[in-house]
């Protein structure tokens, strides 16, 4: 099995200054691909930054 993860789109909204947590919700999965919506927060839970990521199973 082979794993592809291609980022589609990112977006920056603010300096990051404190430690940081990725929150991911997958928002289609198929038998061979999943698009994920993720959001990047500091410590007070503000957004620093968002993205989408579509990844591709390959089975052998």
Not at 14 to 25: I, N, Y
Not at 29 to 58: N, P, Y
């Amino acid at each position: 099995m082979r794993i592809v993860v291609v980022v589609e789109r990112l977006a920056h909204l603010a300096p990051a200054v404190d430690e940081l947590t990725a929150e991911a919700t997958v928002v289609s999965r198929t038998r061979s691909s999943t698009l994920t919506h993720v959001r990047v927060v500091d410590t007070t839970k503000s957004l620093i930054a968002t993205g989408e990521v579509t990844s591709r199973i390959f089975h052998h």
